[in-house]
């Protein structure tokens, strides 16, 4: 009996000593394990804090997809204040950022870590025309609406960046040669639809007559301002596509009739152009083509003059016609375009 009582205190002897070695090598294996989180932890930051892994400078900003706004003005665009850490730069956030600006369409922004750098891929938008943005009628309850004429570039969708030309040509834009007055904003959607019709009327036919401006200021009575001189359209509806087509087939008119003494050309009914004069005594008669119907008449009066006037009461009594079909195929395309190709800002 005295034999196990003495085995079984020497092999509690022994475990004792075994626990206490364990505990003391778990203590190492702990203390060893917090030293190696707290080196990476502390090497995490040290690179990330290191100047190795900071954007320093605009130069560290690769921009791509930009046609024509140079690459230094998309860098000045980003509000980012150097030195900055890679990992504080939110791709996102820089993206809305860019976006925000109206003249950048979508951004996408990627970081690098090899090396430390960001990539923006931009598309931007292409301005059509410079707008002149109507001020806002007195009772507008519009709390965005404009108190006073200003200037703004508008791409074909509608959407207006405000800006005038002088910084426009300072941030190095290309603008259009189109210039639209009295536009607003609320006009968006009308504008998409008209330009589309102008943009697929000119691809159509190349040689189509030069418009340089679009007079919005009474959306019931549009008028361009063309090569020929002022065209009143009316309001904006279907008859766009018909009355530019009427309006190329006048394309030799000034080999008719001089047209400083035309006032204005009235494409409202395109099937029946009128020429509203100061005098058509000055101008004659063409001769009739054998066969053909009138494609134009020629109403006269001083107090007609004016880019909304309506023709003069007097003029409408007895008008002159000059026999011309409307159905002869238009003439040889001239070299210059209605409207520039958009250009990129």
């Given at each position: 009996m005295a034999d196990i009582i003495s085995i079984s205190r020497t092999e509690?002897?022994?475990?004792?000593?075994?626990?206490?070695?364990?505990?003391?090598?778990?203590?190492?294996?702990?203390?060893?394990?917090?030293?190696?989180?707290?080196?990476?932890?502390?090497?995490?930051?040290?690179l990330l804090t290191h100047p190795a892994w900071l954007i320093l400078s605009p130069q560290q900003v690769t921009v791509e997809g930009n046609r024509l706004l140079p690459d230094d003005k998309v860098r000045s665009l980003l509000e980012i204040d150097y030195p900055k850490a890679l990992w504080q730069l939110s791709s996102d956030a820089i993206a809305h950022q860019l976006e925000s600006k109206g003249i950048i369409a979508?951004?996408?922004?990627?970081?690098?870590?090899?090396?430390?750098?960001?990539?923006?891929?931009?598309?931007?938008?292409?301005?059509?025309?410079?707008?002149?943005?109507?001020?806002?009628?007195?009772?507008?309850?519009?709390?965005?609406?404009?108190?006073?004429?200003?200037?703004?570039?508008?791409?074909?969708?509608?959407?207006?960046?405000?800006?005038?030309?002088?910084?426009?040509?300072?941030?190095?834009l290309t603008l259009p040669s189109l210039r639209v007055i009295g536009f607003r904003p609320e006009q968006q959607d009308e504008w998409a639809s008209f330009y589309r019709d102008l943009s697929q009327h000119q691809q159509q036919f190349p040689g189509a007559i030069a418009i340089q401006e679009i007079d919005w200021r009474n959306a019931s009575n549009l008028i361009l301002r063309t090569e020929l001189g002022l065209v009143h359209l009316g309001g904006y509806d279907s008859r766009l596509p018909k009355q530019l087509r009427a309006l190329d087939q006048l394309r030799q008119l000034p080999t008719q009739i001089n047209l400083s003494q035309v006032i204005y050309i009235d494409l409202q009914n395109p099937d029946k152009p009128l020429l509203q004069t100061r005098d058509t005594r000055s101008f004659g008669?063409?001769?009739?083509?054998?066969?053909?119907?009138?494609?134009?008449?020629?109403r006269s009066g001083?107090?007609?003059?004016?880019?909304?006037?309506?023709?003069?009461?007097?003029?409408?009594?007895?008008?002159?016609?000059?026999?011309?079909?409307?159905?002869?195929?238009?003439?040889?395309?001239?070299?210059?375009?209605?409207?520039?190709?958009?250009?990129?800002?």
């Open positions: 509690l002897a022994d475990r004792r000593r075994r626990l206490r070695q364990q505990r003391r090598w778990r203590a190492l294996q702990a203390t060893w394990r917090l030293s190696i989180v707290m080196g990476m932890a502390g090497g995490a930051v040290w979508q951004a996408v922004v990627t970081r690098h870590l090899f090396p430390p750098s960001l990539t923006i891929e931009v598309k931007e938008r292409d301005p059509v025309a410079i707008a002149l943005l109507a001020p806002a009628s007195p009772g507008s309850t519009d709390p965005n609406a404009t108190t006073s004429t200003t200037t703004g570039l508008l791409d074909a969708t509608g959407f207006l960046v405000p800006m005038d030309e002088n910084s426009a040509l300072e941030a190095g008669t063409a001769p009739a083509t054998a066969g053909t119907q009138p494609a134009w008449e020629v001083e107090n007609a003059f004016g880019e909304n006037a309506a023709p003069d009461a007097e003029a409408q009594d007895a008008p002159a016609e000059i026999p011309v079909s409307p159905d002869v195929a238009p003439a040889p395309a001239i070299p210059s375009p209605a409207i520039n190709a958009p250009a990129a800002w």
